[in-house]
């Protein structure tokens, strides 16, 4: 049995095709003349909470939320409770029970073998972050004999989940890399081969952007010079060094502007942003209060502005959505308490596309580059080559087909089915994250994931709202 979707358009040749995915349950064909096959989208930027705080998000919760917003792969960052730095967990340090009782050494050794330990399918691919210093407590620099055996290489030593997750990435996300062990950082990352993932920002006082909306509210102010001290910093070293660093969330006119003479120098530099700062500007603090309260903070109109402009040209290397689930409960404690993040990504596409495409700033082509094979780059993956696929399809009389349960390598296939042109209307409550915490409850937006393919099966669908 088979689902079939009719004559729909491959995202970057425009050709019209039949789409054939296997399926155990039905046998369907969906007019699919309006929708869209493209590589799944992939997220080097998430906060799944697990292990530590579940009661926010759990592996289970996040990964359906990733494959609801049309992902098939992300990248899980290392703020877990106990820290994802490789070293061995002690029984009575926070969050080490559940590892022990699964008889793991550590939270890396956790995450890989979740789907086991929990006896589930989880319906998205997914690679981890390794810690920068050891508990992300910007002290010490972690120790790659604790992890890098972890990386992917040795595959005849590991099992099939040690494989399918490795470690591929280096972060203390939350928090910039502090100075005095930066050099030390930098030199992991060299002899590993990881890039750096670094928080482009860092404030000690302050909760929002520094100005009249501040002023407005009586809250400490964020200058917008403390993201920028982060990237020369890091782009001066770099060009010393010679290793990667990937910016996190970039959000200001005077960062883009310093990385785009980093790329223009040839230096190893790449950087992404998030929907949030391509929709909102700091004014969206007198509208939506502390759901609108993350870090970096949301900025000026003019700063907004810049960040679409640094995707226009270019400048943007991807959109990773920064999902950062927390309690309402928890966001509902006031400017100063309340902890900053927004959940991403089940609306990340529609508020991009609504931004970026219907704006006219980029084309849907370029939005996909931005959302998929991009951040694919960035790990290290080849996202799903759909022209190759059809070179080894078979043809009909009228029109070729690609039959997903006949290629070669099926467990390559990682897609997404996308309306482009779909106005639809964001409701978090129907979200599949546990988290409620977003500012774009209501919103309406476009472009919409229909349904997200892993290895050649449907993960996750809403086809048969394609009516």
Known sequence: MAVTFKDIRVWDTGERIDLVVPDDTRDVTFDASRLTVAPGLEDP???????????KESMVSGCRAAASGGYTNVLIMPNTVP????????????????????????????????????????????????????????????DPSDWVWYMPGRDDEKDAEQIAHPVTAMSDDGSAVPTPVLRDVFRNVKDTGLYLIEHCEHHDTGAVNEGPVSEQLGVPGIPEDTELAIVQRDIDLVREKGVHVHFQHVSTAISFDAIRRAKAEGLPVTCETAPHYLALNDEALLEYGTLAKMNPPLRSERDRQATIAAIADGTVDMIATDHAPHTLDEKRLGFLEAPNGIIGLECAFGVCHKVLVDGGYISDTRLIELMSLNPASLMGRHATDIAGLLNTSSRCATQRTLDLGTTEHPESNDLVILGLDDEWTVHADEFASNARNTPFDGWDVTGRPYATIIGSRIVFSRIDAIG
């Open 45 to 55: 930027h998430v906060h799944f909470r697990d292990p530590g705080q579940t009661y």
């Open 83 to 142: 820290a994802m730095d490789g070293c061995t967990v002690e029984p009575g340090e926070p969050g080490a029970n559940e590892l022990i009782a699964a008889g793991c050494d550590n939270v890396i050794d956790y995450l890989q073998h979740y789907e086991r330990i929990h006896d589930v399918t989880l319906p998205v691919r997914y690679e981890l972050c390794v810690c920068a210093t050891k508990g992300r407590a910007g002290a010490v620099p972690s």
